[in-house]
Nanobody, 116 residues
């Protein structure tokens, strides 16, 4: 079965940048929306950003102007460029692909810690 492999997380100081990647374990021939979610300690998982097949994006207000999602369907990969990181961005970040039936596939999560 297809699973999603995430990379790029780590520790960064406030104001810094990270780029997360999420790739399918094998070629994923059809994906509807892709997106990134995050879950901070003691909080519910929340949508950070999603992107449709045509490239239409929806960003959470908290990350607008700082985060950028992109997708490369030929590589079955989604990316999240995170700039101007803040302490409140600290969370486990999960990528999400929706297949042709709009069924969710989830990554295992990658830790992003923003701290001085």
């Amino acid at each position: 079965q297809v699973h999603l492999v995430e990379s790029g997380g780590g520790l960064v100081q406030p104001g810094g940048s990270l780029r997360l990647s999420c790739r399918a374990s094998r070629t994923f021939f059809f994906a509807n929306d892709m997106g990134w979610y995050r879950q901070a300690p003691g909080k519910e998982r929340e949508l950070v950003v999603s992107i449709t097949r045509s490239g239409i994006t929806h960003y959470a207000d908290s990350v607008k102007g700082r985060f950028t999602i992109s997708r490369d369907d030929a590589k079955s990969t989604a990316y999240l460029q995170m700039d101007s990181l803040k302490a409140e961005d600290t969370a486990v970040y999960y990528c999400n692909f929706k297949d042709q039936w709009w069924t969710d596939l989830w990554g295992e999560g990658t830790q992003v810690t923003v701290s001085s």
